[in-house]
């Protein structure tokens, strides 16, 4: 079983509501990611948190709003967001200071937008 | 533009068969490799990874390949199972700085598919 847990499991919305997505981990890592992923496609990199500050960005939409209140927890709040939006958006953690590359991941959080 | 790509899109093999999944690469600047498994409904887990400095490396009836002088990385399962089916992505990762870690990019899956 995964030791990143994300919040809900699915999600439907319209285009005018606001809704967040929630990720929780406990094993002490410091960087915390998002990814989304399109069907029958690779994860695409969307936000990193390092030490609860954002690092990296990767130009995505401010429909998409990133928080990570503390070390465990980890937000995506969504508003305003189309149906191309729709995908699978999965959590994941890292020790910033591991002898490796590996990236602990959540089941993720299915989002379908009408 | 940096990115990390896959040769062959679906494989399939029969039970107990050892399978290799491969993988091109163009960013020299990668720290480390990594090989990853995607079940259907589930978010990826690690299998294994291989430093930049490493040729190869071996784990659990699998083995990762990495040929700096083409950029080619593969993975070899050995003794495939019906329960090694599922999408099989590499990802490469760089150090953003000091000894924290950044971004890691994945390339674009293989479907591996077992028959019993």
């Known amino acids: 079983d995964t030791e990143v847990t994300q919040t809900p499991k699915h999600l439907v919305m319209g285009m005018t509501n606001k809704k967040s997505l929630k990720c929780e981990q406990h094993?002490?890592?410091?960087?915390m990611y998002w990814y989304k992923q399109k069907a029958k496609k690779p994860p695409e990199l969307m936000f990193v948190?390092?030490?609860?500050?954002?690092?990296i960005n990767e130009s995505v939409p401010s429909r998409f709003s990133p928080e990570c209140p503390n070390s465990s927890l980890l937000n995506l709040h969504l508003h305003a967001l189309q149906p191309e939006d729709s995908a699978l958006y999965l959590c994941?953690?890292?020790?910033?200071?591991?002898?490796?590359?590996?990236?602990?991941f959540g089941e993720g959080s299915r989002l379908t937008v009408l | 533009g940096e990115s990390v790509g896959l040769h062959l899109p679906t494989l399939s093999v029969q039970e107990g068969d050892n399978s290799i999944i491969n993988c091109a690469y163009s960013?020299?600047?990668?720290?480390?490799f990594i090989w990853y498994k995607q079940e259907s409904g589930k978010g990826p887990q690690f299998i294994i990874d291989?430093?930049?400095?490493?040729d190869k490396r071996q784990g659990q009836r699998v083995t990762v390949l990495l040929n700096k002088t083409v950029k080619h990385l593969s993975l070899q399962i050995a003794a495939t199972q019906p329960g090694d089916s599922a999408v099989y992505f590499c990802a490469e990762t760089r150090r953003a700085g000091g000894t924290s870690y950044g971004k890691l990019t994945f390339g674009q899956g293989t479907i591996l598919t077992v028959h019993p």
């Open positions: 291989i430093r930049s400095n490493m």
């Open positions: 960013n020299s600047a990668s720290d480390y």
């Open positions: 994941a953690s890292r020790n910033p200071g591991s002898n490796t590359g590996e990236l602990f």
């Open positions: 094993m002490g890592h410091r960087a």
């Open positions: 948190y390092s030490y609860e500050k954002l690092s």
